[in-house]
T-cell receptor, first 115, second 114 residues
Framework: DAKTTQPPSMDCAEGRAANLPCNHSTISGNEYVYWYRQIHSQGPQYIIHGLKNNETNEMASLIITEDRKSSTLILPHATLRDTAVYYCIVRPRNAGGTSYGKLTFGQGTILTVHP | DTGVSQNPRHKITKRGQNVTFRCDPISEHNRLYWYRQTLGQGPEFLTYFQNEAQLEKSRLLSDRFSAERPKGSFSTLEIQRTEQGDSAMYLC????????????FGSGTRLTVV
């Protein structure tokens, strides 16, 4: 699976947009970009995923560059409850063979939203 | 069905004892995963079930670890002869057959070996 690189930590003011970058320069054509977050003492929570088009749901937007080598997760109006570790993960699209679509987590970005 | 349920939430055991954790996935999900997470690290994959078949095991899953998913419903993870290095959060996740779908994780079982 392609590896991802994320900044170890970021800060954001409450009510402002939080833009979390992720580099995945070795991504292949059949790999999705997934984002999860983990709030303290809870299991990871799925946020959003995409292949090559930008995606938006009720939680966030995902912007993937045209060359697919990087992406940005956008939380449009961050709240204190968005303080968490955010993981960017690349996952094969056709999860056959031995990968079975398993997720390989890195260390993520610790996002701190402050008042 | 409100999500993935894991029991117990916390377990403290003495070194050398056996422990068993249970995971109840979302009922219509046929895929079930176990992960382990130590402090400051992201979750690490342990094993994967599709229905009742265990299709992949990580090298992290030593001979002291065993997982089952009888009848393709709930799953158990057993650790025999626990060691202090086994102290971690053990997370279970499930997902439907659709390969694109994100996982739903449980809240985990925190194991402390003393």
């Amino acid at each position: 699976d392609a590896k991802t690189t994320q900044p170890p930590s970021m800060d954001c003011a409450e009510g402002r947009a939080a833009n979390l970058p992720c580099n995945h320069s070795t991504i292949s054509g059949n790999e999705y970009v997934y984002w999860y977050r983990q709030i303290h003492s809870q299991g990871p929570q799925y946020i959003i995923h995409g292949l090559k088009n930008n995606e938006t749901n009720e939680m966030a937007s995902l912007i993937i560059t045209e060359d697919r080598k990087s992406s940005t997760l956008i939380l449009p109006h961050a709240t204190l409850r968005d303080t968490a570790v955010y993981y960017c993960i690349v996952r094969p699209r056709n999860a056959g063979g031995t990968s079975y679509g398993k997720l390989t987590f890195g260390q993520g970005t610790i996002l701190t939203v402050h008042p | 069905d409100t999500g993935v349920s894991q029991n117990p939430r916390h377990k403290i055991t003495k070194r050398g004892q056996n422990v068993t954790f249970r995971c109840d996935p979302i009922s219509e999900h046929n895929r079930l995963y176990w992960y382990r997470q130590t402090l400051g690290q992201g979750p690490e994959f342990l094993t994967y079930f599709q229905n009742e078949a265990q299709l992949e095991k990580s090298r992290l899953l030593s001979d002291r670890f065993s997982a089952e998913r009888p009848k393709g419903s709930f799953s158990t993870l057993e650790i025999q002869r626990t060691e202090q290095g086994d102290s971690a959060m053990y997370l279970c996740a499930s997902s439907p057959r659709d390969r694109e779908s994100g996982y739903t994780f449980g809240s985990g079982t925190r194991l402390t070996v003393v």
